[in-house]
Nanobody, 115 residues
Framework: QVQLVESGGGLVQPGGSLRLSCAAS????????MGWYRQAPGQQRELVAA???????MYADFVKGRFSISRDSAKNTLYLQMNSLKPEDTAEYYC?????????WGQGTPVIVSS
């Protein structure tokens, strides 16, 4: 019933920037947290950044100071501004929404940081 569609990924040079978007649609209600996760090949999925319904944000240490999470509630869209990208940021990035009724994931958008 809830669909999350990520976009904005791509190939970027080290030090470059990308802005990821996550458009949510469907029966959206009772949202607790929204966030971005990433998964590199052969690695576990890890939390990158999260934002609560009240606007509080949290960042993983490896992106703190470089990434910024935000949302546009009117458009049901979540964003991740990624600056000063490093090769180790290369991964599939997934949007996640935590609702009282359950958790929902997007299909992912790839980010490749390479010179």
């Amino acid at each position: 019933q809830v669909q999350l569609v990520e976009s904005g990924g791509g190939l970027v040079q080290p030090g470059g920037s990308l802005r990821l978007s996550c458009a949510a649609s469907g029966s959206i209600s009772s949202v607790n947290n929204m966030g971005w996760y990433r998964q590199a090949p052969g690695q576990q999925r890890e939390l990158v950044a999260a934002i609560t319904i009240g606007g509080m944000t949290m960042y993983a240490d490896f992106v703190k100071g470089r990434f910024s999470i935000s949302r546009d509630s009117a458009k049901n869209t979540l964003y991740l501004q990624m600056n000063s990208l490093k090769p180790e940021d290369t991964a599939e990035y997934y949007c996640h929404v935590d609702m009282a009724r359950g958790n929902y994931w997007g299909q992912g958008t790839p980010v490749i940081v390479s010179s």
